[in-house]
């Protein structure tokens, strides 16, 4: 589920003209070339990027400097990797990182569980 | 797993790390520099050779500065090697990192920590909501991605990077729904006695009033003495709340920025049980180093915000400093040759610091906002509150480590990073000691996570 | 706490060491009845305890000694009851599963030599139920072994548990029951006198009739002030800790086991460093190597931290339970295996320090037996 984007691109900013294509939970998506794939799901209106393991509470990034582990996210079919210190790229598939990560079994989908806002 | 020798190993591409290694360079070493991040320029200048022009000039002329740091670093003979995440640093000078899925292990004869600095925690109550970020990373989102906040954002706490980010959202057109300032009147005047020293920083401190005039012309509701801050929301942040002097109030939003101060990244420096000490006034702990840099492990350096919080011109000063310090080490240079290029930069760094005890003393976090209530939580990864901590200080626990195997606060992914100072002041007050009596935690590698195929050597 | 200077205290009991044995039995103490006071040191005292692999295990053990094994079997049956007592007296789940472990070997000649070891044991005590089992048989109950994995030795008796969550637990019950703690001391000196010990902490003073050296790496300095000889000196393990998984392994094994955090725990090695419980990346890479040999699909589990913890180690490897001959109340009990013996040591060792009769199996374990030229080797 997306909702306004908590972040957007700078008004006096030219907008870059390189766009890469990828999905977040199976949502497809156009971001800047460039992003670190974080920033890229903020400014798409992605709110909640994992639910913990502890507690299933919701989180998202916090510091986008690879200090808090708070963005963590399943990219290209590996679990809770730090978003904010990794590029986008075309065709990533990205999903939230739901809970601890499961070596048993590889959900084929995963139902999105974003709040309602 | 590779191995290789050289020089020096300087870990962190940002003021500290690139003015260093450029230093070590010039002086005819075999340098490498490891940085997690794709390219240079660490926190403060994050982002720096890829920001277009535009955005530099929203961000100001202290910001654009990197641009020549980064460019002596490409001019160098320094082996820049970007999207390294070190994960080990030994005593014996062993710097084992991960790069593009595979480990690698450099032997040194010298080690240059520059790691820099961390946003202190910030533990209210809803700090971990989604939509609460600290200032440094909506900075960060600035600088690297030219993004800002969508709707009015409020930006809560205090310190020199706070209106740092709000002067430079003003000048890309960004709406600040509200300043709410933890810092009160009678901070100004406790900061008073450092106001000679302060006086004689005048460039910094114009730079300052400057941006503070620039907000406050802006009109921005700037709430002051604010306490209480609490971020209200259910899966998401939807208001900030506090009081000032005495009288509620609230503020919706779903954007919160949290600040008050950057502390040390002292993840590499405590696990290599290095000295470090408590610091009184920027109330964190900092390795103890000498003049130029050296850690109590013999041939391990520090410089920048990692040893002790001082700015980006100050970082690029000591990063010349530990370079003149470790050429002596590795008798490239004598010691009277080092004392007449060191001459210049003592004094060039002394007056750098010059305006730090004022800002330290008028910015000092509150104690309500580091020693939370019972019902924070305070380990974000574990989701253990300040209660649960508590109690087991009343179970017998005197330190971070005892109170870590107690409730495994400080396991998570993050290893302490977000945490530490909170529980080693948690544990302090319920005990009635100092700080410095409880310590830190123990820091272990891997200082940032490998897989276990990767270590295997597969 | 009482923080008063020369201050002098006087109990029934004084136990050296709050760790996972000190502890265990001044829970035992504290559960009879007895005036109990634990000595233990700070925040950052070497602490086994808290270094350990958390396995409750038998299998294996003795096979050079029958004592031992009956002793560590003593201890394994009893933990259930342990384990209830613990969660009545401080609320704390130390998550207890005994749903039998497994030894995995990785050449044929590994395991010939397990299964001649385990035959031992059965010869040698009667009843000792185990299953050699071979590749397809393991893979029937571990579907995640690797093919590296020729077979693997499998006892019912053997089990996990939380080892943080039990001596957390252990200092709650223990308190619950009326034992005193006193945490962030160092013990200076013992003094003795018939029928009374009196150790002194700078200024203040614990006396008793009775005091238990259970100080792990403390022990042999203060074993020599009470008439006892305990020379156990530090041996490191290596452990590697994951991030969080979803449950996927129900057994313990002996160098892999998943915690009840979700976490995966591998371990482990046996260095002669002295007091260092740093790490080497050489031998972390070798655990690394043989987790991901044992379950492949471990490969891309993240490394979160890996430490080293120092074993308390006797030359021989076997506990050390000794009452002093030549000052009697004076007892030292010391081990390696905390987690697994916290049960007789709360059961058995403490009822035997109140006065009760000795368990039978603890004749061979007397400090006496190292007072010989004879040369010990721990490697079983």
Redo the contacts between chains.
């Keep these: 589920m997306r909702t306004d984007p908590l972040f957007q691109p700078v008004m006096s900013e030219a907008r870059s003209t390189r766009t890469v294509s990828l999905t977040f939970n199976e949502q497809p998506l156009q971001v800047p070339a460039g992003s670190s794939v974080a920033a890229a799901l903020l400014m798409s209106g992605i709110q909640r990027f994992r639910a913990t393991p502890v507690s299933e509470a919701p989180r998202a990034p916090y510091c986008m400097m690879g200090v808090c582990f708070e963005c963590l996210v399943e990219i290209d079919g590996v679990p809770n990797r730090q978003s904010c210190l990794i590029e986008v790229g075309e065709g990533m598939r990205i999903r939230s990182q739901e809970g601890a990560r499961d070596l048993m079994f590889q959900p084929a989908t995963v139902q999105s569980v974003e709040v309602l806002s | 797993m590779s191995h290789s020798s050289v020089d020096v190993v300087v870990v962190g591409a940002g003021a500290a790390g690139m003015s260093g290694a450029v230093a070590l360079a010039e002086l005819g070493l075999h340098v490498v520099l490891l940085d997690e991040q794709g390219s240079p320029g660490g926190q403060i200048y994050r982002g720096i050779t890829l920001a277009p022009l535009s955005r530099r000039d929203m961000l100001g002329p202290d910001y654009a500065h990197g641009n020549e740091l980064a460019q002596a670093l490409a001019s160098s003979s320094v082996r820049y090697e970007r999207g390294a995440a070190v994960w080990q640093v030994t005593r014996e000078h062993e710097v084992s990192y991960l790069r593009e899925g595979r480990l690698h292990t450099l032997q040194a004869k010298a080690v240059l920590l520059a790691t820099g600095a961390m946003e202190r925690p910030f533990p209210i109550p809803g700090w971990t909501l989604p939509g609460v970020m600290s200032a440094g990373a909506a900075q960060i989102l600035l600088k690297s991605s030219g993004l800002a906040p969508s709707e009015p954002v409020v930006l809560a706490g205090c310190g020199p990077l706070l209106y740092l980010l709000g002067w430079q959202y003003l000048r890309a057109g960004v709406p600040i729904k509200a300043l709410v300032d933890t810092t009160r009147p009678d901070d100004y005047w406790r900061a008073r006695r450092h106001l000679f020293a302060a006086l004689r920083a005048w460039p910094y401190l114009r730079k300052g009033l400057e941006l503070m005039r620039s907000l406050r012309s802006a009109r921005i509701a700037h709430f002051t003495g604010a306490e209480q801050l609490a971020v209200e929301g259910d899966g998401a942040a939807r208001a900030l709340t506090f009081t000032v002097a005495g009288k509620a109030e609230r503020i919706a939003t779903r954007c919160v920025l949290l600040h008050q101060g950057v502390v040390p990244n002292i993840q590499f420096s405590q696990s290599l049980r290095a000295r470090h000490h408590w610091d009184v006034d920027q109330l964190c702990f900092s390795p103890v180093v000498d003049s130029w840099g050296e850690l109590d492990v013999a041939g391990v350096f520090v410089a920048g915000d990692g040893a002790g919080i001082g700015g980006a011109q100050a970082a690029a000063v000591q990063g010349q400093l530990a370079a003149l310090g470790i050429a002596v080490r590795l008798e490239k240079l004598s010691d009277a040759q080092r004392a007449f290029r060191a001459e210049a930069l003592h004094a060039r760094l002394a007056s750098n610091l010059r305006i730090r005890p004022f800002l330290d003393a008028l910015y000092q976090p509150k104690e309500a906002n580091r020693i939370p209530a019972d019902d924070v939580m305070v380990c974000r990864c574990e989701e253990v509150t300040a209660g649960e901590l508590r109690g087991f200080v009343a179970l017998g626990c005197t330190g971070p480590n005892q109170a870590k195997s107690f409730g495994r606060c400080g396991m998570g992914p993050c290893q302490g990073r977000m945490c530490g100072l909170t529980v080693t002041e948690v544990i302090a007050k319920a005990r009635g000691v100092s700080a410095s009596e409880v310590g830190y935690y123990r820091i272990r590698p891997p200082i940032k996570p490998i897989t276990l195929g990767e270590l295997a050597g597969d | 706490m009482s923080q008063d200077t020369h201050s002098v205290t006087q109990s029934d009991v004084i136990v050296i060491g709050?760790g996972l044995v000190g502890t265990a039995v001044a829970y035992g103490l504290a559960r009879s009845g007895a005036d109990t006071r634990v000595l233990?040191q700070?925040?950052?005292a070497f602490r086994a305890s808290?270094g350990n692999f958390g396995l409750v295990w038998v299998q294996g053990k003795g096979h050079d000694l029958p004592d031992y094994s009956r002793w560590t079997r003593s201890s394994a049956v009893r933990w259930s009851g342990f384990a209830e007592a613990l969660m009545a007296d401080s609320g704390v789940d130390v998550q207890l599963k005994q749903p039998g472990g497994f030894h995995m070997c990785f050449s044929d000649e590994e395991l010939r030599e397990r299964q001649s070891r385990l035959q031992t044991l059965q010869d040698a005590l009667g009843d000792y139920p185990f299953q050699m089992l071979d590749a397809a048989e393991l893979k029937a109950r571990l579907p995640?072994i690797g093919p590296a994995v020729v077979g693997g030795s499998y006892t019912p008796q053997d089990g996990h548990v939380n080892p943080?969550k039990l001596?957390?637990a252990l200092?709650?019950s223990a308190?619950a029951r009326g034992a005193r703690?006193h945490?962030?001391v160092q013990v200076d000196r013992i003094d003795c006198a018939p029928g009374e010990f009196r150790v002194r902490v700078g200024q203040r003073q614990f006396v008793a009739p009775r005091v238990v050296l259970a100080a792990g790496l403390g022990n042999p300095g203060l074993a020599r002030q009470v008439g006892l000889h305990a020379p156990v000196a530090p041996n490191r393990g290596q452990v590697?800790i994951?991030?969080?998984?979803?449950p996927?392994l129900d057994y313990p094994t002996i160098n892999v086991r998943q915690t009840d955090?979700?976490t995966v725990q591998?371990g482990d090695s046996m260095e002669e460093v002295g007091f260092d419980d740093g790490?080497s990346?050489q031998v972390?890479?070798a655990i690394?190597?043989r987790?991901?040999s044992t379950f492949p699909?471990?490969?891309?589990?993240?490394?979160?931290?890996?430490?080293g913890a120092l074993r308390v180690m006797s030359p021989d490897g076997f506990p050390i339970y000794q009452q002093s001959p030549t000052h009697p109340g004076a007892f030292v009990v010391t081990c390696h295996s905390g987690v697994t013996l916290a049960a007789a040591h709360a059961l058995r060792i403490a009822p035997w320090i109140m006065g009760g009769a000795m368990p039978d199996e603890l004749g061979v374990f007397a400090g006496d037996r190292f007072l010989t030229d004879k040369v010990f080797s721990h490697a079983h």
């Design positions: 709050g233990d700070g925040d950052n808290r995640l943080l001596l957390r200092h709650t308190q703690f945490s962030g590697l994951s991030e969080r998984v979803k996927f955090e979700g591998l790490t990346t972390l890479a690394a190597r987790g991901v699909l471990l490969r891309d589990v993240r490394l979160i931290r890996a430490w």
